[in-house]
């Protein structure tokens, strides 16, 4: 009987120190019409319930990959369910892009940003979001 209180105990004090969250890790690849966006921030925030929860973000490499973490930066990846996704970048300084867009202003067009129409639902496990951004023409 001794050992199955320490057996309930154990168990009970196991599940206090997780992170109770339900998080999928996420990560892929950002390009602007076929070439890889660098240095582009990604920011996943839920959408689901009356307090979705917390958002996550990344950053993209110079091959455009990123990977996210929570925002409040205590566990990689992002909470499961449907997400706005987010992506803004500046152009970068010296860049072909740098010439045409105005300083300050973002590379990549409204609809993946301040008005995004992007969502990726984040499932348990690993989940690879990759997103082809388009400018229009």
């Not at 917390?54 to 205590?74: F, M, R």
């Amino acid at each position: 009987m001794r050992n199955l209180l320490l057996l309930l105990c154990a168990l009970f004090l196991a599940q206090g120190c997780g992170d109770s969250r339900r998080l999928g890790t996420v990560s892929g690849i950002i390009t602007l019409d076929g070439q890889p966006l660098p240095n582009a921030r990604v920011n996943f925030q839920p959408m689901e319930g009356r307090n979705p929860g917390i958002g996550s973000y990344g950053q993209t490499d110079v091959k455009g990959e990123y990977s996210l973490t929570l925002i409040d930066e205590k566990a990689q990846g992002a909470m499961v369910g449907l997400h706005r996704v987010i992506i803004k970048a500046a152009p970068a300084k010296g860049s072909q892009t740098d010439d045409k867009v105005p300083a300050g202003k973002d590379v990549v067009p409204p609809e993946y940003n301040t008005n995004s129409i992007l969502q990726f639902e984040v499932k348990p496990g690993h989940n690879e979001a990759n997103f082809d951004l388009k400018k229009k023409k």
